[in-house]
């Protein structure tokens, strides 16, 4: 069985750093992309960047580049979103999805991180 | 790269279909077959409904079905049941960076 379980809820205030994680089972790691997937409260859902565990290529969306990086441990199969210095306006649910190198859907989601970010 | 342009909301009675468009431009939905649409209900994480346009994966409904014309594609939901309401977004792949680009969202409410 395919699971994605991602690290619990955070709380942290503004200028601390954070590492959240994503780790995989059930299927061939470094066979799949990695993405993550924001959702800030009440609003919609906006792709950060995706990584292919294989090789480690990362792709970011503007919006997020140089805010956060990815980066992935294929020895313990996990993924990782992290922030060098947190803002309020990081205050959201985050989402990592899998997507078999080749395809182009991502068919298997983890369960969210909220991360509130209050000073 | 924008955001695929959705309706905010869309209603219908049980029973009834619904339609809901998602539209880009030539370099995401009008450029490729890679669109997939997602469910979402409060406080859970999305649920792939189709994916290349018009596949549906295994254990998901045939009431969902998907397709495409031009820049725009298009969600129908046949048979509404009140456990379809919920938000529904539509994501497209292009190959200018971000690589992946998902719409504005829609709230289907079953009246």
């Known amino acids: 069985e395919v699971q994605l379980v991602q690290s619990g809820p955070e709380v942290k205030k503004p200028g601390e750093s954070l590492k959240i994680s994503c780790q995989g089972s059930?299927?061939?790691?470094?066979?799949?992309?990695i993405g993550w997937v924001s959702q800030m409260p009440g609003k919609g859902l906006e792709w950060m960047g995706i990584?292919?565990?294989?090789?480690?290529?990362?792709k970011y969306n503007p919006s997020f580049q140089g805010q956060v990086t990815i980066s992935v441990d294929r020895s313990v199969s996990t993924a990782y979103l992290q922030w060098s210095s947190l803002r309020a306006s990081d205050t959201a649910m985050f989402y990592c999805?899998?997507?078999?190198?080749?395809?182009?859907?991502?068919?298997?989601w983890g369960q969210g991180t909220l991360v509130t970010v209050s000073s | 790269q924008s955001a695929l342009t959705q309706p905010a909301s869309v209603s219908g009675s049980p029973g009834q279909s619904i339609t809901i468009a998602c539209t880009g431009t030539s370099s995401d939905v009008g450029g490729y077959n890679h669109v997939s649409w997602f469910q979402q209900h409060p406080g859970q994480a999305p649920i792939l409904m189709i994916y290349?346009?018009?596949n549906r994966p295994s254990g998901i409904s045939n009431r969902f079905s998907g397709s495409k014309s031009g820049n725009t594609a298009s969600l129908t939901i046949s048979g509404l049941q009140a456990e379809d309401e919920a938000d529904y977004y539509c994501?497209?792949?292009?190959?200018?960076?971000?690589?992946?680009?998902f719409g504005t969202g829609t709230k289907v409410t079953v009246l």
């Open positions: 059930g299927f061939s790691f470094t066979n799949y992309w």
């Open positions: 290349d346009v018009s």
């Open positions: 999805a899998i997507a078999r190198h080749g395809n182009y859907y991502w068919d298997y």
């Open positions: 994501s497209s792949y292009t190959p200018i960076t971000p690589t992946y680009v």
């Open positions: 990584i292919y565990a294989g090789d480690s290529t990362t």
